[in-house]
């Protein structure tokens, strides 16, 4: 299905207003969020575990 028809389906049946001017904004959140997806599909636990981080104190001076 071509993305944009899925989006103004979507955008119908949700009772929400059709503007053509914002379906390609709309595409590029959804890139955006899968994009995203993919990373956290990719490394599952990414955020498992909090970074540790060890600061030399001469480099802030």
């Given amino acids: ?3 944009s ?3 103004k389906q979507s955008l119908y049946f949700q009772g929400l ?3 053509d001017t914002d ?6 959140i959804l890139f955006t969020v899968n994009q995203a ?6 490394f599952p636990n990414l955020n498992a575990k909090v970074p540790i981080t060890i600061v030399d ?3 802030l001076r």
């Fill in 1 to 3: 299905m071509n993305t």
């Fill in 17 to 19: 207003p059709i503007y």
């Fill in 5 to 7: 028809n899925f989006i």
């Fill in 57 to 59: 104190k001469r480099l």
């Fill in 37 to 42: 997806q993919r990373s956290l599909n990719t």
């Fill in 23 to 28: 379906i390609s904004h709309i595409q590029m």
